[in-house]
């Protein structure tokens, strides 16, 4: 296997086949951004490939200010290789690509109170997911339109820091982020839909 940053052919292809099939229109950030941020250095999807395969992927973003600290935008694995550990393998291999340098933070979304059950139960099974992978708790966002965890994959600096630098990632042009969400805040409507 092989673990390697993807070129834009090989984003494109992940968009349509897998990225738009696989989120829910909120969460779909735009290809086109996401190509524009890949031309600035500032998103680098990395893809998990068996030989011309793949497998899983990880989108990881970062703000030119902020050099420790890296969000973890998506995490998946393709539909044909799910629940084979390996999202734990790419959890891994990130983990080793930054130790000592960055800090990855990863978002997942909060069971929602008096929700559907099996929407709650699958929610806190990805946060059991990330913490039995090594992350840890580190305060709630709002994003997308929806209350979630995030955890952290290595030491920050400090809470202060990686909140700071959290929140530079995202830029002022994104209204429906909110870091930290306080308990009683309610998450602002999503940014964005299926229009690209």
């Known amino acids: 296997m092989e673990f390697r940053a993807m070129n834009e052919q090989e984003i494109r292809g992940?968009?349509?086949r897998e990225f738009i099939r696989t989120f829910p229109p909120n969460e779909q950030k735009p290809l086109?951004?996401?190509?524009?941020?890949?031309?600035?250095?500032?998103?680098?999807?990395?893809?998990?490939?068996?030989?011309?395969s793949l497998l899983g992927y990880a989108g990881l973003q970062t703000h030119p200010d902020y050099p420790r600290c890296v969000l973890l935008d998506?995490?998946?694995?393709?539909?044909?290789?799910?629940?084979?550990?390996?999202?734990?393998?790419?959890?891994?291999?990130?983990?080793e690509r930054y130790r000592g340098t960055a800090c990855v933070v990863a978002e997942a979304e909060l069971p929602v109170?008096?929700?559907?059950?099996?929407?709650?139960?699958l929610r806190v099974r990805r946060i059991g997911f990330y913490e039995r992978c090594g992350c840890r708790r580190v305060y709630e966002i709002g994003a997308c339109g929806i209350r979630c965890q995030a955890l952290a994959l290595g030491e920050p600096e400090?809470?202060?820091?990686?909140?700071?630098a959290h929140r530079a990632i995202y830029g002022p042009g994104r209204p429906d982020?909110?870091?930290?969400?306080?308990?009683?805040?309610?998450?602002?409507?999503?940014?964005?839909g299926r229009d690209r």
Do not use: F
């Not at 951004?33 to 490939?49: D, N």
């Open 14 to 16: 992940w968009y349509e």
């Open 32 to 52: 086109t951004l996401i190509l524009e941020l890949a031309s600035k250095r500032l998103y680098t999807l990395m893809g998990l490939y068996d030989g011309p």
């Open 74 to 95: 998506y995490l998946g694995v393709t539909a044909a290789r799910r629940n084979g550990g390996l999202g734990a393998r790419i959890l891994s291999l990130l983990e």
């Open 113 to 121: 109170p008096g929700g559907d059950p099996a929407e709650n139960d």
């Open 158 to 164: 400090s809470l202060d820091a990686l909140m700071e």
């Open 177 to 192: 982020i909110t870091i930290p969400l306080g308990p009683d805040e309610t998450p602002a409507p999503a940014h964005w």
